[in-house]
């Protein structure tokens, strides 16, 4: 059984689509993230969820939306993709705050055209 | 805010040889330090951790790093390393009194293993 798992795996469209990334934990951890991963491996957090609760947006733009509908799962819509949305995204999770151990899916590679 | 510096972008190594990469951090007070490994077409996995206590500390894979608060350096090594070994490495810091929710990355090292 996958602990963090994402879909899709690939994602390829146009600018100006609406996209979205669904994740599920079955971990039972209460915390969860999603983490961007530019062209040059760098790693960026854009949001941290707790139990459901936004607890962390890193100046992400507002066509990012998450939505936590339990603690399980943690799915990123994204509005009139641009080029620079290229990229893959992760989602992880964790026990809490304080355990210092993530967990991550396998990735979401979005292409835009 | 903290920051993270791996100098290293590329690393070569023959099986069975020693490696050490290497991890400079940026923050005022005490860190929590990590390794991360990223597999080609994986998430990351946590390979080891560093809140407090012993600077010396043991993770997976056989893999050590030392917390050298000195030089604000956090360098994971092993000393015989496996065709399985090559990935990707992150090294990240975390404010002590945030956690996992200020993981702050850096930009990786990409270890090639060859025979």
Not at chain 2, 89 to 99: D, E, K, P, Q
Not at chain 2, 105 to 112: S, V
Request: proline share 4%; aromatic share 12%; charged share 20%.
């Amino acid at each position: 059984d996958t602990a963090v798992s994402q879909t899709p795996k690939y994602l390829v469209t146009q600018m100006g689509n609406d996209k979205s990334i669904k994740c599920e934990q079955n971990l039972g951890h209460d915390t969860m993230y999603w983490y961007k991963q530019d062209s040059k491996k760098f790693l960026k957090i854009m949001f941290s969820y707790n139990n459901k609760e936004l607890i962390i947006n890193e100046t992400v733009p507002n066509r990012f939306s998450p939505k936590s509908p339990d603690k399980a799962h943690l799915n990123l819509h994204i509005n009139s993709l641009e080029l620079g949305d290229s990229a893959v995204y992760f989602c992880a999770s964790s026990q809490g705050p304080q355990t210092g151990e993530l967990f991550f899916g396998e990735g979401s590679r979005l292409t835009v055209l | 805010a903290q920051s993270v510096t791996q100098p290293d972008i590329h690393i070569t190594v023959s099986e069975g040889a020693s490696l050490e990469l290497r991890c400079n951090y940026s923050y005022g007070a005490t860190p929590y330090l990590f390794w991360y490994v990223q597999s080609p077409g994986q998430g990351l996995q946590l390979l080891l951790k560093y809140f407090s206590g012993d600077t010396l500390v043991q993770g997976i894979k056989g893999f050590e790093a030392e917390f050298k608060r000195s030089q604000s350096s956090f360098n994971l090594r092993k000393p015989s390393v496996h065709w399985s070994d090559a990935a990707e490495y992150f090294c990240a810091v975390a404010a002590s009194n945030f956690g996992n929710e200020k993981l702050t990355f850096g930009t990786g090292t990409r270890l090639t293993i060859i025979p």
